[in-house]
Structures are given as structure tokens and as C-alpha cells.
T-cell receptor, first 105, second 112 residues
């Protein structure tokens, strides 16, 4: 079963922040995050293996609440290069429908 | 260079003509999987394989077959393609299921 992502799409101005949420009706155990640029393959950003874990990658970070079966991806001071579709994935490699992020100058 | 290679990148075919999309990885990964990507639906898992000779259905397996006779290769077979299988397909591999996944470049399939 695919995890559920929200929002489906978000438009930002450079420098603004965004949060993308991922939730599952079943236990997550671990969460992966990927970014896909238009016309390209998804690329790994980070993986969270334990509840309560938080990680960062440049100005992109994530948290994982295992009890709530949720994860959130935080994009801080967004840059044009952050544009793309973000996917969360579960331990059994199911992915959400994606969140399309557009960063405008 | 560590990579997942899919072929072909683009394919136009006719309804009912059997086709195979190949996927090969050079990272000695145990886990491989196939996805189709359609607008608004994200990446939906078709089949996955946890190791050689071990394959299992994902969420949308109807109309597809796979095999895993060697660790590095995981071909996707459409024995009788139909227009509703027109999609963008990705192969992915990882050391095990809950580790970083590497994706192939994608195969854009059109069935007319």
C-alpha cells in the first residue's frame, strides 16, 4: 500500500520554507526521501531508520515519528534547484504519489 | 561507475506484441524492483525481487512478468501489451529493501 503525501503541489518563492508530509496506514519502520527532476530518475536524499530520528542534507532535513507512522521533509530557504517532485518511500519500497515543488525567482 | 541501466529508453509498440525491458545493475545489490510512473499516481511498484530466483508481486502486477536468474539482471516482460500499459517505467536496485535505492534512467513505453 502506498504512503500518502501532502500537499500534492506547492509553489514557493526563493528563500521560502516548505514542509512535505508522508503518512502510512501501516507501520513504516523506515522512511526514504527522493527528489525527481523533470525528465530524470528519482535521486536518493536521505533515509530515516528509527523513530525520532532527524537528518539533514544541505538545507533539507527530515523527521520520522514512528508511532504516528509519519515523516516530514523540511526545505529551508528554498533555492531554484530544489524544484522537482519529492517522494517518500517505505521500508518495502512503496512510494507515495509525490509532491511537486516549484521554486520561483 | 555504480549504475542501473535500463534499455530501451523509448519504445513504441503495437497492442499484443511481446516486449522485454531490460534492467541491469553493477552494485551487487540483492533487491531490485520495477515501477510505473503515471501523472498524479506517483511510483507504483509492479514487481520486486529480494534475491536471485525470488520474485513477488507489487501493487500493480497485472499484465507483467519478471524473472531474476542472475543477481545483476531483472527484466520486465509484457507478453501482450495493451494501451493502458503506456507509461514511464523505472527499475531500481538497493542492497536490501530498506536501504538507498538507485534508479535506472527510465523507459518511456507507448502502446498503440
Amino acid at each position: 500500500q502506498q504512503p500518502v503525501q501532502s500537499p500534492q503541489a506547492v509553489i514557493l518563492r526563493e528563500g521560502e520554507d516548505a514542509v512535505i508530509n508522508c503518512s502510512s496506514s501501516k507501520a513504516l519502520y523506515s522512511v526514504h526521501w527522493y527528489r525527481q527532476k523533470h525528465g530524470e530518475a528519482p535521486v536518493f536524499l536521505m533515509i530515516l531508520l528509527k523513530g525520532g530520528e532527524q537528518k539533514g542534507h544541505e538545507k533539507i532535513s527530515a523527521s520520522f515519528n514512528e508511532k504516528k507512522q509519519q515523516s516530514s521533509l523540511y526545505l529551508t530557504a528554498s533555492q531554484l534547484s530544489y524544484s522537482g517532485t519529492y517522494f517518500c518511500g517505505t521500508f518495502d519500497m512503496r512510494f507515495g504519489a509525490g509532491t511537486r515543488l516549484t521554486v520561483k525567482p | 561507475e555504480a549504475q542501473v541501466t535500463q534499455n530501451p529508453r523509448y519504445l513504441i509498440t503495437v497492442t499484443g506484441k511481446k516486449l522485454t525491458v531490460t534492467c541491469s545493475q553493477n552494485m551487487n545489490h540483492e533487491y531490485m524492483s520495477w515501477y510505473r510512473q503515471d501523472p498524479g499516481l506517483g511510483l507504483r511498484q509492479i514487481y520486486y525481487s529480494m534475491n536471485v530466483e525470488a520474485t513477488d508481486k507489487g501493487d500493480v502486477p497485472e499484465g507483467y512478468k519478471v524473472s531474476r536468474k542472475e543477481k545483476r539482471n531483472f527484466p520486465l516482460i509484457l507478453e501482450s501489451p495493451s494501451p493502458n500499459q503506456t507509461s514511464l517505467y523505472f527499475c531500481a536496485s538497493s542492497f536490501v529493501s530498506h536501504t538507498e535505492a538507485f534508479f535506472g534512467q527510465g523507459t518511456r513505453l507507448t502502446v498503440v
